[in-house]
């Protein structure tokens, strides 16, 4: 089964809304990645995604930004993505998804950098610049190697894309939040509540919401109608402004917003 | 660095309908061969769905067509010239050579083809504001001139290192009424700009329209470009047959995304006889690692939503590009380039900023013609095809290139000033270029 899908089952069935947090491999180093995330999964994170820092992030904003170049500038290299993931997996259960932009997957080939990834005990990958239309490749690896394939779906998709995109997915849909790229902001847009409702409408099992969350608030409003909400700026910023242990009082802080009683 | 064998991607067959003997021309995309696509972000999908839609009713609308040719006739001044460059020829093998007049345009260079249909494009699907990036900022100074003209908002993304050397750029866009932001992201230079760009676009896509300034980027950007450009091609094919009574043996352009050169490439795709040659800018030289020979030395991968050849390192990362030519200096290019490489009907080759330089002076001193440094780099590439024509043997009077002289140089000056050194020693403009600023 799934490893996603298996994780956010897993918080259904104890009452909680999954939560997933992301982290970019290699800041500030590849070690800090590791325990921060370790930290994460021990602090009520069921889903770790952690990201490829990669030149050209087009659908990141700028506290993500200035970590995956300062990451890059500390040396990070992709195949430090494989070790990162099973230095994780090792000291956790939660599922890790690498969320990477296209480019690298197909430099390294989809199919070396998948039986890696499933090596390393990866769950599979988030791949914001992939559509299903251009990942022939990546389903059909995806299947070899038992990966999740995470695409996204956003407030402008259509309903025969949103349906496409749905049938395509493998783990869970990545329900983006607001017409734009990522970064903490102080409200979640009324957009998510439709988006994931016609995710599901298409048939997902398990839609899950990210952009723009930031607070236990956000995760609590979220979790009303999603089946998971992710958080990437506001965990990236608190490791960049106090290390792991800002990491682990965030996580903990946002975890209690997943209860659904 | 090493070669990795690159997987079996899609294609769309045109390959073999090539060799087949089918035609080249009006190719619609999303795929050129085993190239383009759309490795976009699903936010962006809806509006490339609904720019191309757009498009393909524009093309087959009377008004559209006769709106963007009354704008090319009375506002851009076409037909550009083909003006003969005789004594530029004596230095190329003494074959005859031949420049469309591309630097005659309104603005100064090709781009104004392809901002005015964007921007007519914009305003039919109802967008109030367009975006576009730029380099050097022709492309900016192009599309601002187009928002000018239609009444549309104008926002311009300029690398925050080309703003400070291009600040006489930055202010005509400025008065012609864009905005210019400044982008500090990355390397600071186009490629970042066009992030940026992108990433307003899937902020603010209903009520923007992004004006790509050259042949590549997502589906149906290259094909779509192209289509504005082909005028250039057009125009040259008719002009050569009036003024020649035959077709050239040669069509030589310059490469950077690989606008003007599709552009006056596809007026010649289908008359296998005419070889078409695109130069790409060597930078220092090939072997140096600082250069934008993209084709001659990049490997197939997506950027900016196209599968194309791309500088990258064995990661995948982007490479930074150099040239002397602001608008040469990018790590991607067209996918239709791509793919007019691998089935061998278009040849690229790498010219140095030292050889594109000499042909500049060339030109200048034989026609009294300034060209773009983006042009020289064609200049130059003609000037070796010439060679190699007059080789064959035969009078070379029989042999014929045109040359697409994209743009004028009148931007170049300082840049020129300052590698001819030309400059007095205690002159601001020497400060300047010192800089690696233009005036």
Request: hydrophobic share 45%; charged share 20%.
């Amino acid at each position: 089964m799934s490893k996603s899908a298996a994780a956010i089952e897993r918080a259904r069935a104890e009452g909680r809304t999954a939560l997933i947090g992301y982290l970019p491999a290699g800041f500030p180093d590849v070690q800090t990645t590791i325990d921060a995330a370790v930290a994460l999964a021990e602090n009520g994170v069921d889903l770790i995604e952690i990201g490829i820092p990669y030149s050209d992030p087009v659908m990141d904003g700028a506290v993500i930004q200035q970590a995956t170049v300062e990451a890059l500038q500390n040396g990070f290299t992709v195949r430090q993505i494989f070790d990162v993931v099973e230095g994780i997996t090792r000291r956790t259960d939660a599922a890790v998804l690498v969320m990477t932009y296209w480019n690298p997957v197909m430099r390294m080939g989809v199919r070396e950098f998948a039986g890696r990834l499933a090596a390393a005990g990866g769950a599979g990958l988030i791949t914001p610049d992939l559509v299903p239309d251009e990942a022939a490749e990546w389903m059909a690896v995806s299947e070899e190697f038992g990966l999740d394939r995470v695409f996204l779906v956003a407030p402008s998709s259509s309903p025969e894309r949103m349906q496409s995109t749905v049938d395509s997915t493998r783990g869970f849909v990545y329900a983006v939040s607001i017409m734009g790229i990522t970064g903490a902001r102080s409200s979640v847009s009324s957009a998510a509540r439709e988006v994931v409702a016609a995710a599901h409408q298409a048939g997902a099992e398990r839609a899950c919401v990210g952009l723009g969350v930031s607070t236990a608030e956000h995760v609590r409003e979220i979790g009303a109608y999603a089946d998971g909400v992710i958080v990437g700026t506001a965990l990236v910023a608190a490791l960049r402004d106090g290390g792991v242990p800002s990491v682990a009082a965030l996580a903990k802080d946002l975890s209690t917003g997943t209860g659904k009683g | 660095m090493t070669e990795t064998p690159q997987p079996q991607a899609a294609t769309d067959g045109a390959a073999e309908a090539f060799l087949a003997g089918g035609s080249l021309r009006h190719a619609q995309g999303p795929y050129f061969g085993a190239y383009g696509g759309r490795w976009m972000p699903e936010s962006l999908i809806a509006a490339l769905d609904e720019l191309e839609d757009t498009f393909d009713k524009a093309k087959a609308d009377p008004d559209f067509l006769a709106q963007v040719a009354e704008l090319n006739r009375s506002y851009s001044g076409r037909p550009s010239l083909l003006t003969e460059a005789h004594r530029f020829a004596e230095h190329a093998g003494g074959v005859r050579v031949f420049l469309k007049r591309e630097d005659l345009n309104h603005t100064g260079s090709h781009k104004i083809n392809n901002v005015l249909g964007q921007a007519l494009l914009a305003k039919r699907m109802g967008k109030t504001r367009v975006i576009a990036e730029t380099g050097a900022g022709q492309h900016g100074v192009a599309s601002a001139t187009a928002a000018a003209l239609l009444g549309l908002e104008c926002v311009v993304y300029m690398g925050a290192e080309d703003c400070r050397r291009q600040a006489l750029n930055v202010a005509r866009m400025q008065l012609l009424g864009a905005e210019v932001i400044p982008v500090t992201n990355g390397s600071q230079t186009l490629k970042d700009a066009i992030n940026d760009a992108l990433r307003d676009w899937v902020a603010n896509v209903q009520t923007t329209h992004y004006l790509l300034g050259t042949a590549a980027g997502a589906h149906p950007f290259p094909a779509m470009v192209r289509y504005f450009h082909e005028v250039i091609g057009e125009e040259a094919r008719e002009q050569i047959l009036d003024l020649a009574g035959r077709l050239p043996d040669a069509v030589c352009a310059c490469i950077g995304g690989g606008s003007n050169a599709i552009g006056i490439f596809h007026g010649f795709l289908d008359d296998r006889e005419v070889a078409l040659y695109g130069f790409e800018a060597g930078g220092d030289g090939v072997d140096t690692g600082r250069h934008a020979a993209t084709i001659t030395l990049g490997r197939p991968g997506v950027l900016h939503g196209a599968r194309s050849y791309l500088m990258q390192d064995d990661d995948g990362q982007t490479v930074e590009s150099h040239s002397i030519s602001a608008g040469l200096d990018y790590p991607g290019v067209g996918p239709e380039h791509a793919f007019l490489a691998d089935i061998g009907r278009a040849s690229y080759e790498p010219i140095t900023d030292a050889e594109a330089m000499e042909a500049f002076r060339l030109l200048c001193r034989t026609e009294g013609i300034i060209p773009a440094i983006e042009s020289a780099h064609a200049l130059a590439g003609t000037l070796k095809v010439g060679q190699r024509l007059a080789a064959e043997g035969g009078d070379p009077r029989e042999k014929i290139i045109i040359v697409n002289l994209s743009g004028r140089g009148d931007k170049d000056v300082a840049t020129a000033a300052e590698w001819f050194d030309l400059l007095p020693e205690d002159s601001a403009e020497a400060e300047i270029g010192a800089e690696g600023e233009q005036l």
